[in-house]
């Protein structure tokens, strides 16, 4: 009676054993499994286990910021981002933390970019309106803000990002826990998540990667991308190691300049940033591939001394760009091979391996799911997206892959991020040219 109840393909997986079971899906159990579940539900643990200590260490620090009241220079780079001047300069006004000024690089806007920050300088909403009548890109933007900042810290923001009420707060009182750390990441969610099937997916992974993903990374002392949605870093480390460089992925690229010389960075959950996330696939996918080929740029050519012992050798950036190498690169490599294998050795089984599969990864996800909520501030409120999470396993498992794939041949065989329309043609001639 029980056999007629329970799907044909789980009642073979019932009998055939647990070895076959191991060697039909070894990429599920070596990486899926061991990564997103095992590792998280083991930090979650260390985190309940220590929150005590951890809150009583962030007061203090947090007593320590007010004490000092440090000068913060906000700095906003952009092209075209206008629109979004206002409602930005109205969430940073709400603050609690407000002792900063701040900063928008207009890079060659082609709409009202001009009039509006003008109209914010002049309102004294802003502090400071800077226009590069010839745009020159982001990294360069953000070095001319940079130039001008006044403050001990330098927190970087994007236009069209929102904040919670105590982000720029938080974001730089991990500074005062740690003196050693030199930049600080924000926890960036996705705000237009109901938008479109797109956000909802979108929401869910940056949960994942972001919310949870780093908060892993940050704890094993391995995290390595300051998002430039929302970071915060010391002005005397960023002068050091010459503000940003040309290129796609430059807030991973500065993350690992920073690390290269010896300081640390820090992942901060509390600190909450509100993004809008690309409402269409295609434009999505642009996104993406430009993300992508920043791996093989940034992590394989440009930082590939962090991978051989030198004089600078530092073992938490070497396995912190070989987490990354391995889980982005490296198993989107072998989840071909094991494409293949499947195929090739067992494709008399395909009707009991796919559903299977597909189980697997429903249940991962949801397990996944359930682990954000332990670690999110919003988990109510993210319960909306509980149903979505269904679609997971084609969004990450094969849509993503895919781009990734494509991403990773285009930009190791052929070096198209210098061709990315995202930067401006004269800049990606000189980094280039200059091996960024």
């Known amino acids: 009676?029980?056999?007629?109840?329970?799907?044909?393909?789980?009642?073979?997986?019932?009998?055939?054993?647990?070895?076959?079971?191991?060697?039909?899906?070894w990429y599920f159990v070596l990486f899926e499994f061991t990564r997103y579940i095992m590792i998280?539900?083991?930090?979650?643990?260390?985190?309940?286990?220590?929150?005590?200590?951890?809150?009583?260490?962030?007061?203090?620090?947090?007593q320590a910021l007010f004490n000092e009241n440090p000068f913060v220079s906000i700095i906003i780079p952009g092209k075209n981002e206008g629109k979004h001047l206002y409602k930005l300069t109205k969430s940073l006004a709400e603050q609690t933390f407000t002792n900063f000024e701040l900063i928008i690089v207009d890079d060659g806007s082609d709409d009202d970019t001009p009039t509006i920050g003008k109209n914010l300088e002049k309102l004294g909403l802003i502090d400071m309106f800077i226009r590069n009548e010839m745009r020159g890109g982001k990294a360069s933007a953000a070095n001319l803000a940079?130039?001008?900042?006044?403050?001990?810290?330098?927190?970087?923001?994007?236009?069209?990002?929102?904040?919670?009420?105590?982000?720029?707060?938080?974001?730089?009182?991990?500074?005062f826990m740690?003196?050693?750390?030199?930049?600080?990441?924000?926890?960036v969610k996705v705000r237009n998540y109901k938008e479109s099937l797109c956000t909802k997916l979108q929401a869910i992974e940056y949960l994942k990667t972001v919310s949870v993903g780093r908060i892993v990374t940050s704890y094993l002392g391995i995290y390595k991308i300051i998002s430039g949605a929302f970071g915060a870093f010391k002005k005397e480390a960023t002068d050091a190691i010459g503000g940003w460089d040309i290129g796609p992925g430059l807030d991973g690229d500065i993350t690992v300049k920073i690390r290269k010389s010896g300081y640390k960075v820090y992942f901060e959950p509390s600190a909450?940033?509100?993004?809008?996330?690309?409402?269409?696939?295609?434009?999505?996918?642009?996104?993406r591939l430009r993300w992508d080929k920043s791996i093989?740029?940034?992590?394989?050519?440009?930082?590939?001394?962090v991978y051989f012992p030198n004089a600078n050798f530092n073992w938490a950036t070497f396995f912190s760009l070989s987490e990354n190498v391995f889980y982005?690169?490296?198993?989107?490599?072998?989840?071909?091979?094991?494409?293949?294998?499947?195929c090739f050795n067992y494709s008399g089984s395909l009707q009991f391996i796919i559903p299977m599969n597909f189980t697997l990864y429903f249940v991962m996800n949801y397990v996944q799911m359930l682990s954000i909520s332990f670690f999110s501030e919003r988990s109510k409120e993210e319960r909306f997206l509980w149903p979505y999470v269904i679609f997971m396993t084609l969004y990450t498992g094969t849509y993503l892959r895919i781009v990734r794939t494509c991403a990773y041949y285009k930009e190791f065989f052929f070096k198209r991020s210098f061709e990315d329309p995202w930067n401006p043609y004269k800049s990606s001639v000189q980094a280039k040219r200059a091996g960024l």
Not at 146 to 175: Q, T
Not at 274 to 286: G, H, M, Q, R, V
Not at 296 to 305: A, Q, V
Not at 329 to 337: E, N, P, R, T
Request: charged share 30%; net charge positive.
């Open 1 to 25: 009676m029980l056999e007629q109840i329970i799907p044909e393909y789980l009642n073979y997986w019932s009998a055939v054993g647990l070895q076959k079971f191991i060697r039909v899906f």
């Open 40 to 62: 998280d539900y083991v930090v979650y643990t260390i985190f309940t286990l220590t929150r005590k200590k951890r809150k009583a260490r962030f007061e203090k620090a947090r």
């Open 146 to 175: 940079l130039r001008f900042s006044k403050g001990k810290y330098i927190v970087h923001l994007d236009a069209d990002c929102s904040f919670d009420r105590d982000a720029i707060e938080n974001i730089l009182i991990p500074f």
């Open 178 to 187: 740690d003196n050693r750390i030199a930049a600080v990441g924000g926890n």
């Open 272 to 287: 909450v940033c509100l993004t809008n996330a690309p409402s269409k696939f295609k434009i999505l996918t642009k996104q």
């Open 296 to 305: 093989i740029r940034f992590r394989l050519r440009k930082h590939k001394d």
């Open 328 to 342: 982005n690169v490296i198993l989107d490599i072998l989840w071909w091979i094991y494409i293949i294998d499947i």
